[in-house]
């Protein structure tokens, strides 16, 4: 099977992914007609409608006229940052695409999920999850405003492991690219399930597991408006409210036993459940779904 690197907007390569992750890049407006891409380390780049099955994917979706991204003058942004010539999404305006439509079998027993985020737990994901904390203990009230990207970040990076693909410490970092639009999303969540719960107990929880999966759902689909986010997770987390219910439950216990073992065992704690919740979502919602509903 061959592999490919792309040489993207801002001067860097990025891969080796299959032909599918060259499909997905395109998808997410990564790649268009004239992105250099090396084929199977050859050492030689050439644009991508060059290249005949990348070409045949790129006339699909209509991007093979699309024109190249300029490269960016300084320090290249993170890889998940959308080329010059694709659109940012409005923050604020929704989005006309079809929201996300979850897999009605979707299996979300906490056992397959954490059973799954165990084998998918090494140092990378703990370091971004321990480095996180940090932050948050030196920030306090900042981390308010943090918060969102750092979750996108950190959602991002626990779903690309559950899709094995490869993760680097400082993607925790790449959800600064949409900053304005993970703070209101985040805010959004936060004050409705803070709310909620002061009022009564039952509605905070209820949010909470309705707007679980708001950051995976960004991480997933970059196409749509920053607050569609909250509202594809709402559409996904309907019909299985009671199994993300128990897993949410034993998510806490999780953590409330790594606060316990001495306290360093949070963080652990922390990046497994990330990891378990990625691994619902992806459950909820099959790899390209998200681009195929888009």
């Known amino acids: ?16 992914v299959d032909l599918e992750g060259i499909a997905r890049w395109a998808r997410e407006g990564r790649l268009v007609g004239g992105t250099l891409v090396e084929r199977d380390n050859s050492g030689r780049f050439e644009p991508a409608s060059g290249i005949a099955e990348i070409a045949a994917i790129l006339s699909q979706l209509g991007l093979l ?26 923050a604020f305006a929704p989005s ?27 140092g990378t994901i703990l370091a971004q999850w321990i480095v996180f904390w940090l932050i948050s203990i030196f920030t306090g009230p900042i981390l308010l405003i943090l918060h969102g990207p750092l979750l996108l970040g950190l959602c991002r990076s626990a779903l690309r492991r559950v899709d094995g ?3 680097k410490f400082d993607d925790m970092f790449s959800g600064f ?19 909620g719960i002061l009022l009564c107990i039952v509605p ?7 707007w679980w999966d708001w950051a995976f759902a960004m ?8 607050l569609d986010a909250l509202r594809d997770s709402w559409e996904i987390t309907g019909q299985h409210f009671g ?17 316990l073992l001495c306290f360093v065992g949070v963080f652990p704690a922390m990046a497994l459940c990330a990891l378990a919740s990625a691994v619902a979502y992806r459950e909820l919602v099959p790899k390209g779904a998200a681009a195929a509903n888009a």
Request: proline fraction near 12%.
């Open 243 to 259: 199994s993300l219910l128990v897993l949410g439950l034993v998510a806490w216990l999780f953590n409330i036993l790594g606060i």
């Open 219 to 226: 991480a997933d689909r970059p196409q749509r408006a920053g």
């Open 65 to 90: 006229g699309a024109p190249t991204p300029a490269p960016s003058a300084g320090p290249g942004p993170s890889p998940y940052a959308q080329p010059a010539s694709v659109p940012a999404p409005s």
């Open 1 to 16: 099977m061959s592999t490919y690197r792309i040489r993207a907007h801002d001067g860097r390569d990025y891969g080796p």
């Open 177 to 195: 690219d949409r900053f304005g639009e993970a703070l209101i999303a985040y805010l959004l969540f936060w004050v409705t399930t803070t709310i």
């Open 204 to 210: 905070g929880v209820f949010m909470a597991v309705r």
């Open 96 to 122: 006309a695409m079809p929201p996300l439509r979850p897999r009605s079998d979707a299996n979300l027993t906490a056992g397959r999920c954490f059973g799954r985020a165990w084998e998918l737990l090494d």
């Open 165 to 167: 693909e490869p993760v």
